[in-house]
């Protein structure tokens, strides 16, 4: 992932779209959380100062990797391209919000393991915390530029998806919302900075008021959030998020969510779960664990997993988000997944992960947060390691995708005929794999239609050149191959993506608990 697709140069990964690069720099953030945790296991610490000076053991070369990663992720906060994405659609600005807030949350987890004095408590400083300022300044811009995207004029609430398109409102912004408003109240460290680009309040740059940690209005905005979405009824009958809703009354001036997308994605099921974990450590409230609980168990049973077994079932039909018990994409065993389509499951792997760490026993900012008792703590753990036997099984399967050369493919099934024939819910429009569909009504507004920001020409001239990508995409998808993964798109950085962050869930959950 880092050491072909990465260049250091240009602090990009070139092959990447703007939200894919996101979602990698927090794959990589996260996982040097993971190694910094590590590091605490006896079997990699050195037995004394004098072993530690002259021996380059596991430790040693764990901290060499955190803080090489480290740096390139600090290269791509130069890199990334913070103008563009601001002009863009509201979940790719949320994307970024998420991956700056998981920066922060390692450079804190890093110096509290790591960089204190035992004796008071004190703390010496990591390189790391020299960006904190710069990080939470790019996460404040952005969430300030994504939360004008929530609505109450239609729907009642929620986020809408593109303001270049007719009102779409899915799930995957109002999740990102809900986890990124949360991240933001127990995560965010403040910010001074009155550079251009802040809250659309403002009057102008200079009016910039100063933005306090664990600001009650982003909590607030969490709960909002997920009170809209449970009432919203974008869940199907195996409880799964299905992608969201158009108004087919729009020109009759209806406001009305009446027109559900039945497409399931399996990032849809996974935002949402480190959004629920935020909410109860930020209110206590119990009913946001359950809720999580729920959906987790949801979208394991939909890939054919019988937790009563503690195994897959042997019958490859599809049960809604996978079959055999391996999480899959719609567009997987026909090997014509876009790059969203092939970022998906890692984004499922890295939430449930987050959703998973153990309770804490004691606030973490005391007065602001709250903890667990036994019984909660214990509950959550149990529950938890009964996703890690799925994990596991999920895990094998993607390192068995893995060539010579070491690379995760994006489909972690086994190929044959029956797969092909696996066919999208009725009342299902693949978007995501297949961008045509966004040139059409309900998405895009005849020319004779009302006004509402869609008619603007660049922006469907993008769309024209993501819908000849994807076409592409999908005539490279039909050549015969032995291997499935060397299909459509093949081998990228996305898939690596999915693969580094399966693995970290499994190190998390069997490992470190």
Same mark, same amino acid.
């Given at each position: ?7 250091l ?18 794959q ?8 910094s ?7 990699l ?66 110096? +509290? ?23 939470? =300044? ?6 300030d ?17 593109n303001?270049?398109?007719? #009102? ?21 460290p ?6 251009p ?15 306090? #940690? ?31 809703? =158009? ?21 849809n099921?996974?935002?949402?779960l ?54 899959e ?39 602001? @947060?709250h ?9 959550? =753990? ?8 799925w ?20 489909y ?6 029956s ?8 009342g299902? @429009?693949?978007?995501r ?29 993008r ?24 299909r459509?798109?093949? +081998? ?16 998390e ?5």
């Amino acid at each position: 992932m880092q050491t072909e697709y990465f260049e250091l140069w240009v602090g990009a990964w070139p092959s990447a779209i703007d939200w894919t690069a996101a979602v990698m720099n927090t794959q990589i953030v996260s996982s040097m959380a993971t190694f910094s945790r590590a590091l605490d296991d006896p079997s990699l610490l050195p037995t004394s100062d004098e072993d530690y000076g002259n021996s380059v053991g596991p430790a040693r070369d764990i901290e060499n990797d955190l803080n090489r990663y480290f740096s390139q992720s600090v290269a791509y906060y130069f890199g990334e391209d913070a103008f563009a994405i601001r002009n863009e659609a509201n979940d790719d600005m949320l994307w970024v919000v998420l991956s700056w807030l998981e920066a922060i949350k390692l450079i804190d987890v890093h110096s +509290r393991l790591h960089y204190h004095s035992p004796g008071d408590g004190s703390f010496r400083s990591w390189h790391g915390t020299q960006f904190v300022k710069a990080f939470a =300044h790019r996460a404040r811009v952005f969430y300030d530029l994504a939360a004008r995207g929530w609505d109450t004029t239609l729907c009642g609430g929620g986020m809408v998806w593109n303001s270049h398109l007719e #009102p779409y409102k899915n799930a995957i912004t109002n999740e990102l919302f809900i986890a990124a408003s949360v991240g933001m109240y127990l995560y965010f460290p403040g910010d001074h900075n009155p550079s251009p680009f802040m809250a659309q309040h403002l009057k102008s740059s200079l009016d910039t008021p100063d933005a306090e #940690p664990h600001d009650p209005s982003y909590l607030a905005a969490a709960v909002q959030g997920y009170d809209w979405l449970k009432k919203s009824n974008m869940t199907n009958t195996l409880g799964l998020y299905v992608d969201g809703f =158009h108004i087919s009354g729009l020109r009759r001036n209806s406001t009305i969510c009446d027109a559900r997308n039945e497409m399931v994605y399996t990032y849809n099921q996974g935002v949402l779960l480190s959004g629920l974990r935020g909410l109860w450590e930020s209110t206590g409230n119990t009913t946001y664990m359950f809720d999580g609980h729920e959906l987790a168990r949801n979208a394991i049973k939909a890939t054919g997993w019988l937790f009563d077994l503690d195994a897959a079932t042997s019958n490859s039909a599809w049960a809604g988000l996978g079959r055999a018990g391996i999480l899959e994409e719609f567009c997987d065993a026909q090997g014509d997944c876009s790059q969203d389509g092939q970022t998906f499951k890692g984004i499922f792997f890295h939430h449930l992960t987050l959703f998973c760490v153990p309770l804490p026993a004691l606030p973490l900012y005391p007065g602001k @947060t709250h903890a667990a008792g036994k019984e909660l703590a214990l509950l959550h =753990h149990q529950s938890c390691q009964e996703y890690a036997l799925w994990i596991a099984h999920n895990a094998r399967a993607a390192v068995s995708t893995r060539d010579a050369d070491g690379k995760f493919g994006s489909y972690w099934g086994e190929q044959d005929d029956s797969y092909l024939k696996t066919s999208l819910p009725d009342g299902a @429009t693949d978007y995501r794999n297949n961008a045509s569909e966004l040139l059409n009504w309900p998405w895009m507004s005849p020319s004779e239609g009302i006004g509402i920001r869609h008619q603007d020409i660049a922006q469907q001239q993008r769309l024209k050149n993501v819908y000849e990508t994807a076409q592409n995409d999908r005539s490279e998808g039909l050549r015969t191959s032995q291997d499935p993964n060397d299909r459509g798109r093949g +081998r990228t950085v996305e898939t690596q993506a999915g693969g580094v962050a399966v693995l970290k869930a499994l190190w998390e959950l069997l490992y470190m608990q």
